[in-house]
């Protein structure tokens, strides 16, 4: 059985700063992993999608990568800011089948 | 990224009563969609995945005739909450992708039963 665990599980840091936010799965055959950003009393965003055959995904301050064999996947945030604060969550899929979301971790940056 | 329009975002309803929820993939056709459940400062709970033309499919321990799906075209899925009572309120967030790429969600329903 698949499980998805992140590491923090909640994170302040002053803005500025540059983060990683961990994300480990048991069974490496996954078909794509995705990461996203909540707000509160919101849904979720979709911030970055990784194909298992791919190793990273970018976007503006976000870089995603992707280390299968081991299990784990990253998510970094370049100089962050405020408005970043958020909880982020990491989701694994196997094959055609359902999202398994991780347990999420809180972002606070203040100013 | 493609757009997952929910409604609506919050609803107020008394015990005993129905509630119904939509879920529409504005600018994509989604031949599955997935309904999710969550608890305060938990992650999602999946409640079950939703075919178009067919019967939905449950996660063990929900009850499907209670949270009752409907996939009626490519485009909508529909939660309807039966007989809800206090202990249904929760936030309820739907899902949609096509063809298992990438997922996009709905705003989320506030449900409220009092």
């Known amino acids: 059985k698949q499980e998805v665990t992140q590491i923090p599980a909640a994170l302040s840091v002053p803005e500025g700063e540059n983060l990683v936010l961990n994300c480990s799965f048991t069974d490496s055959a996954i078909y794509n992993l995705q990461w996203f950003r909540q707000d509160p009393g919101k849904g979720l965003t979709s911030l970055l999608l990784i194909q298992s055959s791919q190793r990273e995904q970018t976007s503006g301050r976000l870089n995603a990568s992707l280390d299968k064999s081991s299990g784990r996947s990253t998510l970094y945030i370049a100089a962050s800011q405020p408005g970043d604060s958020a909880t982020y969550l990491c989701a694994v899929r196997r094959n055609t089948d359902k999202l398994i979301f991780g347990t999420g971790t809180r972002l606070q940056v203040f100013p | 990224g493609a757009v997952v329009s929910q409604h609506p975002s919050w609803v107020i309803c008394k015990s005993g009563t129905s509630v119904k929820i939509e879920c529409r993939s504005l600018?994509?056709?989604?031949?599955?969609m997935f309904w999710y459940r969550q608890f305060p400062k938990q992650s999602l709970m999946l409640m079950a995945t939703s075919n178009e033309g067919s019967k939905a499919t449950y996660e063990q321990g929900v009850e499907k005739d209670k949270f009752l799906i409907n996939h009626a075209s490519l485009t909508l899925s529909t939660l309807t909450v039966t007989s809800a009572h206090p202990e249904d309120s929760s936030f309820y967030i739907c899902s949609a992708s096509q063809d298992y790429t990438e997922a996009f969600f709905g705003q989320g329903t506030r449900l409220t039963v009092v």
């Open positions: 600018d994509f056709q989604a031949t599955t």
